[in-house]
Every structure is written in C-alpha cells, then in structure tokens.
C-alpha cells in the first residue's frame, strides 16, 4: 500500500529513510551549492549530477544538520514540462522501492513556481507527483510463491511506502487536494494494470466480472454482470461468435455511477475483455503470444477509470460496459467464413477469427448506445496490431465522429501524458470492409487496419454523436526489452480521468 500526504515540516528536522530534493538545470551552480552547505552536505556531489529529468543521485550525509539517513537529488530537467514531473517521482519511487525506504520526503517548496512553469495549479503538479510515485512503486508479485526466491519473497512482504510532499504552509490545502485525487487515480491505475498482468489462467471473463464488481463496491457504483444465458436471450451473437472455442463462459459486465448532484452529461465507456487472444482457428505465430493476455487493456482501463471518476465524485453519469470472453481454437469454435448476427441484427462474415475484437465490441457498443442514449461513448481496446506499425508503443491511435470532441482527446492526452494520435474515419475506407454475403466483412485486407477496423466499429453507434474509438495495442503492455517495467500500463485511465475531470 501507498500513503501520499503533504507536510509543512521543515527539510531539517522531518524524519525519513529518504528525502529527496529536486533540482532543475537552471538551479545548478551557485544556488544549489548553497542549498546542499546549509544541509551540511557535500557540494562535489554536484559534479556528477545534471538534473536531467528523472536522473536521481543518493548521497549519505555523514556530518549533516539532517534527520535523514539519506538525501537524493532528483532532477527535473528543464522544469516546464509536466513529463519531466512525472519522470522525477516516477525515478524517486523506483529508487525507494530498491532501497526499501518506509518513509520519503519530497521538497515540494517550489511548487508555486513550477505550477507557474508548466502552466498548471499546484494542486495539479501535486496530483502528477502522487500519480506517478505510485505508478513508480507499483510491484506485481502476487503469482511469486518465493518458494525458490527467497528475495522474492522479501519483496512480496516488502514495507509499504509512505511519500510526503513538503510544502509551505500556504500551499498545503492544494497540495493535500492534489495528492488525494493522485491517489485515487493511481490506486485506479495500479487495478489496471493489475488485471493486464493477470494470465489467462488466472483471469477469466468470470473473473472480469468479479473484478470489476469488487470495485464497484468500493467505489460506490452499480454493477450488473449477465452470464451466458442472459446473453444469449439478448441476443449479443458477437460476443458469443467469439466465445464459441472456450471452455469459459462469456460475461457481459455493467458498472453505473451516479453522481451526487445533477450530472452534466452521461458518458458510456466500452473496453475490449478478451482475456487472452490466441486468434482462435486463424491462430496467431507462437511467437509472442503470451503477451495476448493483455488483451482485455481495454476492459481494464475503463473498469479503474470509472472507479476513480466515482471516487473523484465527479459530476457526470458514468457507465462502464465491458463485454468479456477469451478467443480459443477448438472443434467448436467459429470457422472463418461463418456468418453471425450481431446484438443490432447487423450480420458479420467472419473473414478471420483472429479479428474477434471488433465483434464483441460491435454487440458492446449497440447495447450502449440503445440503452442508455449517452452523450458520448468512448470504447477502448486493443484492437490491431497495425497501430503498432502505425505509431509505435507509447501512442494510442484514436477516431472521432466530432472534431470538437476529437480535440478535447487529444488534450486529455497531452496533460495526462497517455498521447493520443487522431486517424481519420474517411467513406474511402468503408469500402475496405464491404462483405459479398453479409451486411459487413470483419477484415479489411492488407493495408489500413486500424482504420478499418474502426469503420467496422462505426456501424454498431448507429450514428451516436460524440463518438471515439481509443485503439491502444500498442501502449497498453510493455513487452520485455523494450524499456520501462514489463506488464501492464494501466494506458487509458488517467487519459479517460483526465478527459471526464474537465468535462462542461
Ligand atoms: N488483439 C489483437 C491486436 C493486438 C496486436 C493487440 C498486438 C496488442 C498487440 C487483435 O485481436 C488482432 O488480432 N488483430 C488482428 C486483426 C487482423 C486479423 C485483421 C491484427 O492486428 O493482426
Ligand atoms: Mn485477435
Ligand atoms: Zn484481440
């Protein structure tokens, strides 16, 4: 567990395994000289250290006027970017996850001036700095028995951190504020990716459902999970075309927040629950397939979006559908060349079993947009592995039937770091995915994927206003070797989080 508070205690005299004092590159020279003497710390440290952001430095005061057994200087860069922010908390919390600190003190003194920098309150650079400590310290280790490792085991047992952001008293209210709402949505992140890091052996669509509804009761919102049955009398033929080689029931996952006051707006949110995709009878290369189990990053995202949305109590109806299966090869299941009948009644000529996100989306979607005439409805998955080719692994490709709307995304995604890159919706594109047998084919042939794979989504909104489609195959999960932490990102929830927060 992770605690995040704000205290006026002074530098000197505060108790901590850890303090951490955070130096810009305009700060170096004569001012940081004169910070570290007053602490009675050594000033050659300051030749190896270039406050470049997220660059962290230890230093173990031997005849200092601290308390602290340790100090570290953390760089902030160029301090006028919230990403450099965001690196230095996330380098702070990496550093007192490997030193198995209990407490550390962040020197939030400059808060005013950096919120002045990067053009935000205080409250919000304290929301970034919580946010990002606990998506720094995040560990999954729950499938470590430490049976063969015994350090593994340690780190299982390991202390629960606690961050500390010192401010001046007049900035403590915002401060306190911020790092409240940073917890909240760091908790919703660490649930993402939680549920991205779990295997297919060990989450189900069932397991989805239970997951999804644990949270609700913690948050506070309404959850209804239909089964098989329920699913089949409502006819949802995607999501049980999908289904149809497993061995686990689909499930079809509701949550509901009602706010407190009149809400501004109802918005719907839908996420891909594919459990694990081994592309059914069109089956995927072995290679890399383990990572399939990050199929459902979009169930994932929205399930801890609304849980913080709903904590945050903000002022807007929130519904969260996340339609839930695995995709399995098997005597039973669908064979490319079939034909099924959506929730819509719209019929699908399934080219390749492998392109089975769309289908549950399209029965998702169709339920959403019937039901609850929402606002905007946003879906999120992990659609196509074409958008990987397209923008690589840190950014999202998105799709919007309303530009208005489409640029309020792409801002969400500047400020909260999780980037978004518009693709376009073009008629030309439509006729990638015509079907000689049915209503629509569910490939559109060699090039454009994430395009038509998001024309194909089109046709299920039955002309919703307010509409995108956040294809997140690439963010959601970070492979071995390719930097960063291996698993799940949470990608998604602080986007959405951020997206709803300024929601008018
Ligand atoms: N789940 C995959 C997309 C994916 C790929 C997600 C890589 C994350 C990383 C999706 O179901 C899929 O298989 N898409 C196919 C579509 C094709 C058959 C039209 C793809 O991208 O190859
Ligand atoms: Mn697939
Ligand atoms: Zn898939």
Redesign the pocket.
Known sequence: MMKVTATKSSLKTVRCGLLAIPFATGDLGKEARNTLEAFGLETQALKDFKAKAGEALLLYPSDSKLKSRRVLLVGLGEADDISEFRKAARALAARAKSLEVGTVVFDCSAIPSWAKAVGEKAAFLAEVFTEAFIAGSYVFDRLKSGKLDKEKKKEKDAVSVELKLRVNAGNLKDVKEGARRGSIVGEAVSLARDLVNLPGSHLTAEGIAEAARRSARKSGCTATIFDRKQIEKMGMGGLLAVNKGSHNPPTFTVLEYEPPVKPVATVALVG?G?TF?S?GI?I?PSQ?MD??K??M?GAAAVIGAIEAVARLELPLRVITLVPATD?MPDGSAQTPGDVITTYSGITVEVG?T?????LILADALAYAVKHYKPDAVIDL????????VALGYSVAGFFSNDDQFAGKIYEAGQRSGEKVWRMPLWEEYAELIKSEVADVH???GKGA?TV??AKFLEKFTDGQENWAHIDI??P??SSKGTGGSYGGTGFGVRLLVDLLSGWE
Not at 381 to 388: D, E, F, H, M, Y
């Open positions: 891909k594919v995709d592309g069109s995927k890399g990572e399939m990050c199929d990053g995709n390749n492998d392109a089975e996100g769309r998955a992990t659609l196509t592995g074409a958008c990987i569910n490939t559109g994927g038509t794979a195959a690439g959601a999960f």
